[in-house]
């Protein structure tokens, strides 16, 4: 009994470690074992890096980008290079390569438009976010675009009541575009800063329903030419290597901005983060690592290769 109250406490989790913890063994950790005190790149550690990566989801492009890149630096290097630490400042400069100012307006209200396939995450994304704006001193409001399912804009009304952020809403099967419109005017009129609308998840591979959000974006451009002055795209971690397709098809129907990856926590395929930054070129906004309203954190390439490569 006094052995638990004399028990020294543990220090804190940081949050990234802790959701990264199934990537960190599957690729983190076995990236470290790998390199140990190996200080040249030779074909056997060149074959052995490249199964890892790619079967960690990194993709057999990006895993060519980054072995070709290792090579060429290991080679400048002196001969008793730090491996792990070159390839360390290698992900840290791919993840914050496509890194691109957010397109809020300097007045006004700055729409959100949150977009992605089924059940990736978006409706609870729109309520971490607007929790979070709102902490931040923003005011918010919630548009209820997923006009597909009654319980769609009941579950985003449950989160405005937990939250206190309003949402604009109107009943099931009413035209999504009509809603984030009105959802925007009332935004203006009122000085909202952020409008955060949620959309139905859509299969990236049905073209008239991608159609629909690009009739989404040239509806509200009529009353802003610059909105939607973000648009991002939600992403399950989880679905590895299928993201990056979904991100394809996503970007054709509208000029997607940034990236949400979720579920973070319960994946071993964080590895696709990677892919995503090096090939897609648009920058993570923000990840996903749990089902909590606190657990969304804004992406940061350092901090992300520190919680992967557990140092
Ligand atoms: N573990 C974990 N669960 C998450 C995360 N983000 C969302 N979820 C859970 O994923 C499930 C689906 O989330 P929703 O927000 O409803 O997904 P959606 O994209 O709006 O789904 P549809 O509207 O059906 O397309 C819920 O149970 C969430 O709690 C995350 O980062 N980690
Ligand atoms: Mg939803």
Same mark, same amino acid.
């Given at each position: 009994?006094?052995?638990?109250?004399?028990?020294?406490?543990?220090?804190?989790?940081?949050?990234?470690?802790?959701?990264?913890?199934?990537?960190?063994?599957?690729?983190?950790?076995?990236?470290?074992?790998?390199?140990?005190?190996?200080?040249?790149?030779?074909?056997?550690?060149?074959?052995?890096?490249?199964?890892?990566?790619?079967?960690?989801?990194?993709?057999?492009?990006?895993?060519?980008?980054?072995?070709?890149?290792?090579?060429?630096?290991?080679?400048?290097?002196?001969?008793?290079?730090?491996?792990?630490?070159?390839?360390?400042?290698?992900?840290?400069?791919?993840?914050?390569?496509?890194?691109?100012?957010?397109?809020?307006?300097?007045?006004?209200?700055?729409?959100?438009?949150?977009?992605?396939?089924?059940?990736?995450?978006?409706?609870?994304?729109?309520?971490?976010?607007?929790?979070?704006?709102?902490?931040?001193?923003?005011?918010?409001?919630?548009?209820?675009?997923?006009?597909?399912?009654?319980?769609?804009?009941?579950?985003?009304?449950?989160?405005?009541?937990?939250?206190?952020?309003?949402?604009?809403?109107?009943?099931?099967?009413?035209?999504?575009?009509?809603?984030?419109?009105?959802?925007?005017?009332?935004?203006?009129?009122?000085?909202?800063?952020?409008?955060?609308?949620?959309?139905?998840?859509?299969?990236?591979?049905?073209?008239?329903?991608?159609?629909?959000?690009?009739?989404?974006?040239?509806?509200?451009?009529?009353?802003?030419?610059?909105?939607?002055?973000?648009?991002?795209?939600?992403?399950?971690? !989880?679905? &590895?290597?299928?993201? /990056?397709?979904? +991100?394809? #098809?996503?970007?054709?129907? $509208?000029?997607?901005? %940034? @990236?949400?990856?979720?579920?973070?926590?319960?994946? !071993?395929? &964080?590895?696709?983060? /990677?892919?995503? +930054?090096? #090939?897609?070129?648009?920058? $993570?906004?923000?990840? %996903? @690592?749990?089902?909590?309203?606190?657990?969304?954190?804004?992406?940061?390439?350092?901090?992300?290769?520190? +919680?992967?490569?557990?140092?």
């Amino acid at each position: 009994m006094f052995a638990n109250i004399f028990r020294r406490k543990k220090p804190p989790i940081a949050p990234w470690q802790q959701g990264l913890s199934k990537t960190r063994r599957h690729l983190g950790d076995r990236l470290a074992a790998l390199f140990g005190n190996r200080a040249r790149l030779d074909a056997a550690l060149a074959a052995e890096l490249e199964s890892l990566l790619l079967a960690a989801d990194v993709g057999l492009p990006t895993t060519e980008r980054l072995l070709e890149n290792l090579k060429k630096r290991a080679s400048t290097e002196r001969a008793d290079a730090d491996l792990m630490g070159l390839f360390r400042d290698m992900l840290i400069d791919l993840l914050a390569a496509p890194s691109a100012p957010l397109r809020w307006p300097a007045d006004g209200t700055g729409l959100l438009l949150l977009v992605g396939v089924n059940g990736v995450g978006k409706t609870t994304s729109a309520a971490k976010l607007a929790h979070r704006f709102k902490g931040g001193g923003k005011s918010v409001l919630l548009a209820a675009g997923d006009t597909f399912r009654a319980a769609a804009i009941e579950q985003l009304q449950i989160w405005g009541r937990r939250i206190q952020v309003p949402v604009v809403a109107q009943g099931a099967g009413a035209d999504s575009a009509s809603v984030i419109f009105d959802a925007l005017q009332a935004a203006r009129a009122r000085g909202v800063d952020r409008l955060i609308a949620d959309t139905a998840g859509r299969l990236h591979n049905k073209g008239h329903l991608l159609d629909e959000l690009g009739k989404i974006v040239r509806v509200v451009r009529k009353l802003d030419a610059r909105a939607p002055h973000e648009i991002w795209l939600v992403l399950d971690a !989880a679905t &590895g290597q299928n993201a /990056l397709n979904q +991100a394809r #098809e996503f970007c054709r129907a $509208v000029p997607v901005t %940034g @990236l949400v990856l979720n579920r973070l926590d319960g994946t !071993a395929k &964080g590895g696709v983060l /990677l892919a995503l +930054a090096s #090939e897609l070129r648009l920058p $993570v906004r923000f990840v %996903g @690592l749990g089902e909590g309203l606190d657990d969304l954190a804004e992406f940061n390439p350092a901090q992300f290769v520190a +919680a992967l490569l557990g140092s």
